[in-house]
Nanobody, 121 residues
């Protein structure tokens, strides 16, 4: 399984960040897999943002829920992240990853390489 994420490298404050993750070698609708977004700000640890499950259900970090949305396009085997009203604090490397199992907070087994997003005026 391979995951590849992409999106704009630079945003201005208040804009909406849109990232997409393509999955190769496995279907995003296969039972008991969740597809997650994680980010890592410079010099900080990983932050779990949310997931979309095989059935399309979504779960979000409580701290980000108000301005985060995860969706999917099953015809393209891709899932996406939207983060609205970004600030410089949203500057981070953003990763997509797969979670195997029946619980969406289990550990990830496959990761994308990550994409750097910088928010700056």
């Amino acid at each position: 399984v391979q995951l590849q994420e992409w999106g704009p490298g630079l945003l201005k404050p208040s804009q909406t960040l849109s990232l997409t993750c393509a999955v190769y070698g496995g279907s995003i609708t296969t039972t008991y897999y969740y597809w997650s977004w994680i980010r890592q700000p410079p010099g900080k640890g990983l932050e779990w943002m949310g997931v979309i499950g095989y059935s399309g259900s979504t779960y979000y970090s409580p701290s980000l829920k108000s301005h985060t949305s995860i969706s999917r396009d099953t015809s393209k085997n891709q899932f996406s992240l939207q983060l609205s009203s970004v600030t410089p604090e949203d500057t981070a490397v953003y990763y997509c990853a797969r979670v195997p199992g029946s619980y969406y907070r289990y550990g990830m087994d496959y990761w994308g390489k990550g994409t750097l997003v910088t928010v700056s005026s």
